[in-house]
């Protein structure tokens, strides 16, 4: 699997300056990938290009070599999942039924053993097996992106798009999930992209960081090499300090430099 950006710009108007612009990247390894960054400098804007969310306003996308403009959703869906950072469901509905949302895309007529055993093994897998008939409308903020994950999950892609999933978990969840997703990369050679505020969490478990700001992306690689005072300093007017965590770099936060 290949994702390669080209010049991609993104703005949503033309009387508007672009939210991203001249983004190059290219991500052909599986592997844990973690995207940082202030806000507002176009992250979720980004993997919401490469799913052909949004459509870019200047430059091209690819899937193995294949143009998203020109692909369907349901094709792109086959090769990409994705996990907002907040869902959007409305309607009252058992949480089995909403993990089972996320076969849609290999599903023909009707939900198959196969599809039923695959919930439930990934439902054990992110703990919520007891919540299987509870209505999806009366879980808390962390229950539900359990369930997003999971569904996220389920639809057995080879790429798979996270915006903040450990938004809204507790420490030992998120800590969890990080472990989850960096296992999954490795053992199912999954490309596996997340957007974190948590650098420390970005740090320990990505194989490689991506740091974004003022709308582009400014540098790739590996945490050692990525997360400095510097770059701290310079993207958050943070103070900090950085101390070495078996072998990978760990923040610890001083005073904010500015407002």
Request: proline share 4%.
């Amino acid at each position: 699997m290949k994702i390669e950006l080209k010049d991609v710009s993104y703005s949503y108007s033309p009387t508007l300056p672009p939210v991203i612009h001249d983004i190059n990247l290219t991500i052909e390894e599986p592997g844990l990938y973690c995207i940082v960054g202030p806000n507002g400098v176009g992250k979720s804007t980004m993997i919401k290009c490469i799913n052909k969310i949004f459509k870019p306003s200047k430059g091209r996308i690819h899937i193995n070599g294949e143009d998203v403009s020109q692909m369907k959703l349901k094709e792109i869906s086959k090769y990409i999942g994705y996990v907002p950072v907040q869902t959007q469901d409305v309607f009252s509905m058992p949480v089995v039924d909403a993990i089972l949302l996320g076969r849609q895309n290999r599903s023909r007529w009707r939900t198959s053993d196969s599809d039923l055993e695959l919930v439930s093994r990934v439902m054990k897998m992110m703990g919520i097996e007891d919540l299987a008939m509870r209505g999806f409308n009366e879980l808390s903020a962390g229950q539900h992106q359990k369930v997003a994950i999971a569904r996220g999950l389920v639809q057995e892609t080879e790429v798979l798009l996270l915006d903040e999933p450990t938004a809204n978990l507790d420490v030992k969840h998120q800590v969890y999930v990080a472990e989850l997703l960096r296992g999954l990369a490795i053992e199912d050679k999954k490309i596996i992209i997340m957007i974190s505020h948590d650098l420390n969490i970005s740090a320990k478990y990505a194989h490689k960081i991506i740091v974004m700001g003022e709308g582009t992306v400014l540098d790739v690689g590996e945490p050692k090499d990525i997360i400095t005072e510097e770059l701290i300093h310079r993207l958050y007017d943070v103070d900090c300090r950085i101390v070495e965590d078996d072998g990978r770099p760990h923040v610890i936060l001083g005073s904010v430099l500015a407002i």
